[in-house]
């Protein structure tokens, strides 16, 4: 048996024909300069064959596709490798029904768990549960009251709860056989002179059926059985032992129906419990738990007026306008006052409609002549609404109001999604939904103190066991904050990416080459720790663990550490460095070694400088936060700091960075999110939000389409002496339009190819040979180059070809500033990775002109990057704040935090365990903060590099 993973000749993108030798059932890093190769030796050329050799044992048609699949995987041999596993960064779903709990399947043994136990109560009466009681429970619960006990057997009579009289009561009653009855605590004769007596509301009818008193012999419990067979019989399943000397009343069902209002239960299954069946799903929200409205704060500017274009998302709309003031002229609104003075009843007539038709006289466009006709005014917020009913996602309309779009939770599931009697179904007394909403370490917490009866413990075994094991495992990863509910489409690539470390942690599968891609992002230094410790669970069972990454944390952990370099792609490609932690820190030619070893460090020129001003935020209770009050400075950098799940999103990126954007853009001060006041904003002019989404979700987006670069390019192209004897103008150039382009694949280069059960899978066009364009449009040449070959130029060479061109040269120089240099200019945006993506939005920003009075709020731009990048995103951050900018930075690596004029520590742990503000100063002052984790870590961080 081999020993190592022996890879031959690796040619993939922009390695040297390297050789390695990885050893098995190691934790080995594979680590380097962003687009040195580390990901073409770890994901495109070991995980790709592994993913060809396991397609070979598929079907005769996955076969025949495996050629087109791997065509860029060049190597000569692999040798010693086992299946292969890939835990990326990708974000799991963005489907709003995916939830944390679906995708590790803990959900699905929630089902389970209240299928098999689950206490129903009755929606209407939740006191009251709906429990199936047989005859012989019922002799037993009387037996047990006691020998000389005395009691009515009753049947209830539940159609006369509500409008009935004496009378009708009587006839019932006579009618049925009978002579008593009961109404509450009183006995009634059919004989009794009664009729015009009235009936209590709400009253509890009964038919007396016997009365008895409790006895040990054998002919009192036949008499009984009796009794309580015909009581079910008359009260249609339902009947009630009423003891005389207590009066207390108990209520029995045949069939676990209420006895108060008849609600019966019904047979559980996990269908019941699934928010995507119509069996379970709330039928309000068809099981999202949450509604689209359209709040008056975000599509109003109450400091115009009507006239004005308060109504934001109808600027420019002339036919809604026209009947909004037919609708002000008939209830006298003025529409020439600011929106904020109109009376409550006036606004109330703006956002939600009149019933009133009345005239309108509109002129249609191109027509010469106008037309009355009648109408109803729908309001904004009705007219919003229908629209967003009647409109497909992608269209036109649905892009420009997404601004305007509010989620708000459902007021009748509460957000659980789940219909009520899904939701009055109990275990240890809470609903699943309930259950959903803990974290997972709350609901650990729950489950070990759960309580079971003999046979539900033994019926549950199973269930509970793979429940604890997988909150186990997702507690192992640094998830204890996140809850079993939160939607897949929240989180980030990071936690996305340790969701699935922790799924296949529980799978215990052997023998597997797993390889993760920088599994430390988004966690605290806090974390690594625990982290690490499950990472090396996986190769304790017999597994091989290559991880692409940049932490110090792990590379120290690690068995066997592979640096590739030097450079960024045709500059790297080569292995500087292969050896254990201890060999590479001492090994001359690894750049990683140098910064491990602290010879080399991520410096800035310190300049100690200070706040220009502040951004005031008072109140801020989003998701975990605690009323938090905070400045943000302004004109400094700044680093917002905390373990994972502590509310500094909830902080930047839910409350305040959603508020700049609508105050700069559009004027509204109207804070966004839970809190009170924000102040200060006026001190800049310009908010630019750089996150982590993709720049584009298909084929057809590249960096060079994203920056506009590309209309430049095909401009030049068009140009040339051979395009303007063609004809052809700049759209001939345009992979996304006919002409120019090849239909065979529509100008995307590459074919879907449907797995079904695997991944869709992207092979080169046959047509173009990914090329993109038709032969003739190919046949073009600027500098002896077509605009495919330009398209496959990296940023770095894109920068000598176009180096007369300013308008090119500086996006590209920017590009390359930021890290960039080895990406090609048309490489699709679905395969960049989040921190590449991040960098390419700044880089477009950085591209243009911009004022001083700019607050750059970017979300761990770190992302994947190798110290010597961190260093040159430092430079590039820190030349923003010297022309009077504002950087505001989401952030775990030390490099940075450390190189930052303040700091903001929000904690002290995640969940509802976080959410409060730790510190708040000038950044090495958070050593002073004895709880602060991030100052913990950073006493440490500058101990080594001895700052």
């Excluded at 059919?190 to 007596?197: G, Q």
């Excluded at 007539?349 to 027509?367: D, K, Q, R, Y």
């Amino acid at each position: 048996m081999s020993h190592s993973i022996e890879v031959i000749g690796a040619k993939t993108h922009n390695l040297k024909n390297i050789s390695v030798k990885i050893p098995k059932n190691k934790l080995v890093v594979v680590t380097g300069v962003s687009g040195s190769g580390k990901s073409s030796l770890a994901f495109d050329t070991i995980y790709a064959e592994g993913q060809r050799r396991y397609l070979e044992s598929l079907s005769t048609y996955a076969r025949m596709i495996i050629s087109s699949i791997n065509e860029d995987t060049k190597v000569d041999e692999i040798r010693g490798l086992s299946p292969t596993i890939s835990i990326d960064q990708k974000t799991t779903s963005n489907n709003p029904r995916s939830t944390v709990g679906t995708i590790t399947e803990i959900y699905d043994f929630y089902r389970l768990l209240f299928t098999t136990i689950g206490t129903q109560k009755c929606p209407n009466h939740p006191e009251i549960t709906l429990k199936k009681h047989t005859i012989s429970e019922v002799i037993s619960f009387v037996k047990h009251l006691g020998e000389g006990a005395k009691i009515h057997v009753m049947a209830p009579i539940p159609f006369f709860q509500k409008d009935a009289t004496m009378e009708s009561i009587k006839r019932y009653v006579l009618d049925s056989g009978f002579v008593r009855f009961q109404i509450n605590d009183t006995v009634y004769s059919v004989a009794d002179a009664i009729d015009k007596e009235t009936i209590p509301e709400n009253a509890k009818i009964s038919v007396v059926i016997d009365r008895l008193v409790v006895k040990e012999e054998e002919s009192f419990g036949k008499r009984l059985r009796d009794s309580l067979e015909f009581a079910y019989k008359t009260g249609e399943d339902m009947l009630e032992i009423y003891q005389i000397d207590s009066k207390e009343r108990e209520s029995f069902s045949a069939k676990a129906s209420c006895p108060q209002c008849g609600t019966s239960s019904e047979t559980l299954s996990i269908s019941n419990f699934s928010f995507n069946s119509h069996y379970g799903a709330c039928e309000s929200c068809d099981g999202l738990g949450t509604k689209v409205t359209f709040l008056e704060e975000k599509i109003i500017n109450g400091n115009l007026t009507l006239e004005e274009g308060a109504i934001l998302p109808w600027t420019n709309h002339v036919y809604y306008m026209e009947i909004l003031r037919a609708a002000a002229k008939k209830h006298k609104i003025n529409m020439n006052v600011p929106y904020n003075t109109l009376s409550k009843k006036a606004r109330e007539i703006v956002l939600h409609g009149c019933s009133e038709e009345f005239e309108v006289f509109h002129t249609f466009e191109g027509a010469n002549e106008g037309k009355m006709y009648t109408t109803r005014y729908e309001g904004v917020v009705g007219n919003l609404t229908r629209r967003y009913h009647e409109t497909e996602a992608n269209d036109a309309f649905m892009k420009r109001i997404s601004q305007y779009i509010t989620e708000m939770e459902c007021d009748v599931c509460n957000g659980h999604r789940l219909k009520t009697s899904s939701l009055h179904v109990f275990v240890g007394g809470i609903n699943i939904g309930e259950l959903s909403n803990k974290s997972v370490l709350h609901s650990l917490e729950f489950f070990r103190e759960l309580k079971f009866s003999p046979s539900e413990k033994t019926i549950t075994k199973g269930i509970m066991k793979n429940i604890v094991e997988r909150l186990e495992f997702l507690s192992g990863v640094g998830l204890n904050y996140m809850t079993i509910s939160r939607r897949a489409g929240t989180i980030s690539g990071g936690e996305s990416q340790r969701i699935r470390l922790a799924t296949q942690i529980g799978t215990k599968l052997e023998g597997i080459t797993y390889i993760l891609d920088e599994p430390s992002i988004g966690l605290h230094a806090r974390d690594n720790g625990m982290l690490i410790e499950n990472i090396k669970k996986l190769v304790a069972v017999g597994n091989s663990v290559i991880v692409v990454e940049h932490d110090e944390d792990i590379m120290e952990a690690s068995d066997y550490i592979l640096d590739i370099g030097p450079g960024a792609g045709k500059h790297g490609g080569e292995v500087m460095a292969q050896g254990t932690y201890e060999e590479i820190i001492n090994n001359p030619a690894s750049d990683t070694g140098l910064y491990l070893s602290g010879k080399k460090q991520v410096l800035l020129e310190r300049r100690n400088r200070t706040p220009i001003g502040y951004i005031d935020i008072e109140g801020a209770n989003e998701h975990n936060l605690k009323d938090v009050n905070v400045k943000i400075p302004l004109g400094v950098l700044t680093t917002v700091t905390g373990v994972s799940g502590s509310g500094k999103s909830s902080l930047i990126m839910d409350i305040l960075a959603p508020y700049l954007i609508n105050e700069l853009s559009t004027g509204n001060m109207v804070p966004v999110g839970k809190v009170k006041k924000i102040e200060g904003a006026k001190q800049l002019d310009k908010v630019i939000l750089i996150d982590q989404s993709p720049i584009g979700r298909t084929p057809h987006s590249n960096i060079a389409t994203y920056t506009g670069m590309f209309t430049h390019v095909r401009e030049v192209f068009a140009a040339s002496l051979e395009a303007q004897k063609r004809g052809y103008g700049i759209g001939r150039f345009s992979f996304n339009t006919k002409g120019g382009r090849c239909e065979t694949c529509e100008g995307s280069g590459v074919k879907k190819i449907e797995m079904h059960f695997l991944p869709d899978v992207y092979i080169e066009c046959e047509g173009c040979r990914g090329s993109r364009y038709n032969p003739e449009t190919l046949e073009v040449k600027f500098k002896g180059k077509s605009i495919a070959e330009v398209l496959r130029m990296t940023v770095e060479e894109a920068l000598d070809f176009f180096t007369a061109f300013p308008r090119i040269k500086r996006v590209l120089e920017v590009l390359n500033d930021v890290g960039l240099g080895y990406i090609e200019l048309g490489q699709s945006a679905p395969t960049l990775s989040g921190g590449e993506a991040q960098r390419i939005k700044l880089a477009f920003d950085l591209s243009k002109r911009s004022t001083s009075q700019t607050i750059y709020v970017l979300d761990e731009p770190s992302t994947g990057l190798h110290f010597s990048d961190v260093q040159k995103l430092l430079l590039i951050l820190d030349r923003l704040v010297e022309k009077g900018n504002t950087v505001l930075v989401i952030e775990h690596n030390l490099d940075i935090i450390a190189n930052s004029d303040y700091c903001i520590d929000i904690g002290l742990e995640g969940g509802d365990k976080g959410g409060e503000l730790i510190f708040s100063g000038i950044t090495r002052d958070i050593l002073k903060e004895k709880r602060s984790y991030t100052g913990q870590a950073l006493k440490k961080y500058w101990e080594k590099n001895k700052k």
